[in-house]
């Protein structure tokens, strides 16, 4: 009898979701759920990026939660009886670094970039350098001809690999074929392009990127394959991004850099198994991706000789240490409103960093334009770039070139007053490295080990490091 009330409530319930059930609206870009169509996207601030979604159908209800039994396992005994994970490495340094050390089995990791950067060259390469090591690797594309996978591979001198090539976009063949083959890694070029056949929309919509993720998830999980999925980051909101499925995989990574500039910059934004903000630097060549093991040579090689607003900030990027040349240039201004121009720094924080200057010591900038810019295409976001902005602003109001060998780094309080960075023996070594022959640094940490070749002038504000930097009374 009580089993007849249940399957009845059930019944009931059934009827009232598949009611209720409504069509919901979802950004594209970030995922965000809205309850009615917006042109805008209050989460992310992206215009026409809000899409219906269809709701999914409703499975074959169960009559019964809690019957099924899940195994369980005490972590100590795991220790004992499941062998760790070993992870294989690519043997591309940079890739192995960003990974955490190499890859782990059965992880799925997403690449995301604009269109064109060089997303299918790594992952081609990285195919390649994986298979050479013994592994058996499949790389399938959605977008390209399998010719013209090998037209790229020939391209990159890697004719000879043996990875195995597919051009598919049904992800049910896709997983039956990765069941068959029982690869170490697969490929999936590019997440956007997958269809699963069970979802009603088109290839490319955040309900088909988001099914086709779980399935390939699961997929990885289950069967103990590392998966890669390739992401574009799309601008105009019709195809979702890949915002929409980092959270379901284990290692997200993105693929950064200039067009016009050749170098490239693979950052780890998420990572279950190693540390964020790791990167690694490479450089387009005419053969593909090469990599770049001294990333600061590398950024400065291109400095001219000092000139006004030119300062070098000895930075960090995860556990790495990484010096690039800020530049900034100040001019008159016709406009009321004169411009503040920044290129991979944060603009809030350059305006902040004006207003400091303006208030705590006097400094106006007032009527003048002021453009900022990171050599190479490098974006920073650590606020221990702070007193080299300051730097590099004041040098060019100036017109006042520092001296070539000096580096500076320390972040700056809304008080004048200048904060310790992380990490101060890791950024002096490297400069030190590098030839550097002066920094200018916070006063905090006290103790920082003293260097033949390298003085280290330390500042509890801005007006000791002004002075100090510019002379007593260069602003007067
Ligand atoms: P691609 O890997 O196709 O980009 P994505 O998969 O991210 O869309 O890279 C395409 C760009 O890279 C293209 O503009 C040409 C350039 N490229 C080189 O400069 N050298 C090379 O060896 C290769 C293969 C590509
Ligand atoms: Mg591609």
């Known amino acids: 009898m009580l089993l007849r009330v249940l399957n009845f409530s059930q019944a009931v319930a059934d009827r009232h979701n598949l009611m209720t059930a409504k069509t919901t609206f979802t950004c594209a ?49 795991l220790a004992t009886k499941e062998p760790p994970l070993q992870r294989s490495h690519f043997g591309i340094g940079e890739l192995d ?32 350098a994986f298979a050479a090591r013994g592994q058996k690797v499949i790389y399938v594309s959605g977008e390209e001809a399998t010719t013209q996978i090998r037209m790229r591979a020939d391209r990159l001198g890697l004719a000879q690999a043996p990875v195995q090539l597919a ?30 056949d069970h979802v009603e929309s088109a290839p490319g919509s955040v309900s088909q990127v988001r099914a086709s993720a779980h399935e390939l998830t699961t997929f990885a999980k289950r069967h103990g394959v590392a998966i890669i999925l390739v992401g574009h980051v799309t601008k105009d909101g019709q195809i979702a991004g890949p915002r929409v499925v980092e959270h379901m995989v284990d290692t997200v990574l993105y693929f950064e850099g200039e ?16 540390p964020a ?48 040349e800020l530049q900034a240039l100040i001019a008159p201004s016709p406009l009321s409103n004169p411009r503040r121009t920044v290129v991979g720094w944060d603009s809030g924080r350059l305006s902040m960093i004006l207003a400091v200057l303006e208030s705590r010591v006097g400094i106006s900038f007032a009527g003048l334009d002021v453009y900022l810019n990171v050599a190479g295409g490098m974006k920073i976001s650590e606020p221990a770039a702070d007193l080299a902005v300051a730097a590099a602003l004041l040098s060019a109001r100036q017109d006042t070139p520092l001296p070539a060998e000096t580096v500076i780094f320390g972040e700056i309080s809304l ?42 002038n330390r500042h509890e504000d801005l007006t000791s490091f002004i002075g100090e930097c510019f002379g007593p009374g260069a602003f007067d």
């Open 415 to 456: 008080s004048g007053a200048i904060r310790p960075a992380t990490q101060t023996e890791n950024r002096l070594r490297e400069a030190e490295k590098l030839g550097f022959l002066q920094s200018h640094i916070p006063a905090r940490p006290k103790k920082v080990a003293s260097r033949p070749n390298l003085s280290l």
């Open 167 to 196: 051009a598919e976009t049904n992800l049910r063949n896709i997983l039956t074929t990765l069941e068959a083959e029982k690869p170490a890694l697969a490929i999936i070029d590019s997440i956007q392009t997958m269809w699963a």
């Open 259 to 274: 067009r016009g500039h050749q170098f490239r910059i693979l950052r780890a934004v998420k990572n279950r198994f190693g």
């Open 29 to 77: 870009s970030c995922g965000a759920s809205h309850s009615k169509w917006a042109g805008r996207c209050d989460a992310c601030g992206e215009w026409n990026s809000v899409q219906e979604e269809a709701p999914l159908a409703a499975g074959p209800a169960k009559k019964t939660l809690g019957a099924a039994r899940g195994k369980q396992i005490a972590l100590t005994d």
């Open 97 to 128: 670094r960003v990974c955490g050390d190499g890859l782990v089995p059965a992880s799925v990791t997403l690449v995301g970039g604009d269109p064109g950067i060089g997303k299918s060259t790594l992952l081609l390469q990285a195919a390649a």
């Open 277 to 324: 903000d790791e990167i690694g630097v490479f450089e387009m060549t005419g053969t593909g991706l090469a990599e770049v093991t001294n990333p600061s040579a590398l950024f400065l090689s291109e400095r001219d000789n000092p000139a006004s607003g030119s300062v070098v900030y000895a930075g960090m990027e995860g556990t790495r240490p990484l010096l690039v």
